[in-house]
């Protein structure tokens, strides 16, 4: 394994590397085992990943965000044995290890040395044409593999730690990512019609307004679990919000109908028959999410593919225009006729959803 050592005048007890020595560093095939001939590298807004044939790093920025902060040696410490810890709960085999980054005489290392100067996530290298994005768009992502995904979120959602917080504070938790997503995405340096942002955060804040005792009742109800490394409040979430966002990505991938099977799986796993009014409010939600921390990236002094950023956050807003429309509907209704229907079969489908996958 090789040994970055920073040049000059500088002992190795005084050398504070700096991230891009970091980067540098992990970047380089040298700095693994003699077997490591190639390292891919990815970026995101708060993570540098590093993939080898076998094994994959992953180092945080030091970055503070509103709802994540990695700026000192021991959150970025606790942030990592967390990851490691929450997502070893459904893939054992992947998460393997958070691991420290030292110095040493020789100079940077990975694993124990002199000094620690940052930690990494270490994982197990995944089949990369067996990732859903892969199977999605070279159309073989088949019903049979989606049942088994539901089966086994069901059993995951089933066992999950419950969380319970005041009703007051749950709602304005909501109320504060409304108003993030409002905020960001009205920010006229992005040039976004204002419009269409008004009228999608308009009918969540509506709905949310209206439905305020169907979120309180799912709180009660032990409905909310955790499973967010970084932040303790996102951490409480609705499994009926996972399947929501999971069927928004497919969809934003081109693949449109995953939620019609996952989302009746995982509910009738769970007991649990919520409206479908809620399942479109969260699809809408995210979709604004998802565009808000896409258009975001531009916000950054040197803004990675910048050219990206601007239509993907179309794209989702695009997304989220049907299940506002949808919303609107529901919300116009004197009562809401669109509750979750249990079908004789144990089966639980919405009115007129579609039970095929639609490419």
């Given at each position: 394994?090789r040994?970055?050592k920073?040049?000059?005048?500088?002992?190795?007890?005084?050398?504070?590397?700096?991230?891009e020595?970091?980067?540098?560093f992990?970047?380089?095939?040298?700095?693994?085992?003699?077997?490591?001939?190639?390292?891919?590298?990815?970026e995101?807004?708060?993570?540098?990943v590093f993939?080898?044939?076998?094994?994959?790093?992953?180092?945080?920025?030091?970055?503070?965000?509103?709802?994540?902060?990695?700026?000192t040696?021991?959150?970025?410490?606790n942030?990592?044995?967390?990851?490691?810890?929450?997502?070893?709960?459904?893939?054992?085999?992947?998460?393997l290890?958070?691991?420290?980054?030292?110095?040493?005489?020789?100079?940077?290392?990975?694993g124990?040395?002199?000094?620690?100067?940052?930690?990494l996530?270490?994982?197990?290298?995944?089949?990369?044409?067996?990732?859903?994005?892969?199977?999605?768009?070279?159309?073989?992502?088949?019903?049979?593999?989606?049942?088994?995904?539901?089966?086994?979120?069901?059993d995951?959602?089933?066992?999950?730690?419950?969380?319970?917080?005041?009703?007051?504070?749950?709602?304005r938790?909501?109320?504060?990512d409304?108003?993030?997503?409002?905020?960001v995405?009205?920010?006229?340096?992005f040039k976004l019609?204002?419009?269409?942002?008004?009228?999608?955060?308009?009918?969540?804040?509506?709905?949310?307004?209206?439905?305020q005792?169907?979120f309180?009742?799912?709180?009660?109800?032990r409905?909310?679990?955790?499973?967010?490394?970084?932040?303790?409040?996102?951490?409480?979430?609705?499994?009926?919000?996972?399947?929501?966002?999971?069927?928004?990505?497919?969809?934003?991938?081109?693949?449109?109908g995953?939620?019609?099977?996952?989302r009746?799986?995982?509910?009738q796993?769970?007991?649990?028959?919520?409206?479908?009014?809620?399942?479109?409010?969260?699809?809408?939600?995210?979709?604004?999410?998802?565009?808000r921390?896409?258009?975001?990236?531009?916000?950054?002094?040197?803004?990675?593919?910048?050219?990206?950023?601007?239509?993907?956050?179309?794209?989702y807003?695009?997304?989220?225009?049907?299940?506002?429309?949808?919303?609107?509907?529901?919300?116009?209704?004197?009562?809401?006729?669109?509750?979750?229907?249990?079908?004789?079969?144990?089966?639980?489908?919405?009115?007129?959803a579609?039970?095929?996958?639609?490419?």
């Amino acid at each position: 394994m090789r040994h970055s050592k920073r040049e000059g005048g500088y002992g190795w007890n005084m050398w504070t590397p700096t991230l891009e020595e970091k980067v540098a560093f992990l970047r380089d095939p040298r700095s693994y085992d003699a077997s490591v001939q190639q390292v891919d590298v990815r970026e995101t807004h708060m993570s540098w990943v590093f993939l080898t044939d076998s094994v994959v790093f992953k180092l945080k920025k030091p970055v503070r965000f509103p709802y994540l902060d990695f700026t000192t040696l021991e959150k970025r410490r606790n942030a990592c044995r967390a990851e490691v810890e929450l997502n070893r709960r459904l893939a054992a085999d992947v998460y393997l290890d958070a691991v420290p980054l030292s110095v040493s005489p020789a100079g940077l290392v990975i694993g124990e040395g002199i000094t620690v100067v940052d930690w990494l996530v270490k994982m197990r290298r995944l089949n990369q044409g067996r990732m859903l994005d892969c199977l999605i768009a070279e159309k073989r992502l088949e019903r049979k593999c989606i049942e088994e995904l539901a089966l086994k979120l069901a059993d995951f959602y089933r066992n999950a730690h419950r969380v319970f917080m005041r009703p007051d504070v749950f709602l304005r938790h909501w109320e504060y990512d409304l108003r993030q997503n409002r905020v960001v995405l009205l920010n006229p340096r992005f040039k976004l019609s204002p419009g269409p942002i008004r009228y999608l955060n308009g009918l969540l804040r509506e709905f949310l307004s209206q439905k305020q005792a169907l979120f309180v009742d799912r709180l009660k109800r032990r409905r909310i679990v955790d499973c967010l490394e970084f932040n303790a409040r996102l951490r409480i979430l609705d499994p009926l919000e996972e399947i929501a966002y999971l069927d928004l990505e497919c969809e934003h991938l081109g693949m449109k109908g995953i939620g019609d099977i996952t989302r009746p799986c995982v509910m009738q796993g769970l007991r649990d028959h919520p409206p479908v009014s809620l399942f479109c409010f969260y699809r809408c939600y995210r979709a604004m999410l998802r565009a808000r921390l896409s258009i975001a990236h531009l916000l950054a002094p040197n803004a990675r593919s910048p050219e990206k950023w601007r239509p993907q956050a179309l794209s989702y807003l695009k997304l989220a225009a049907p299940d506002a429309r949808q919303l609107e509907a529901y919300l116009r209704r004197p009562e809401d006729r669109n509750a979750a229907c249990p079908r004789a079969s144990g089966e639980w489908f919405p009115p007129g959803a579609a039970r095929k996958i639609r490419w």
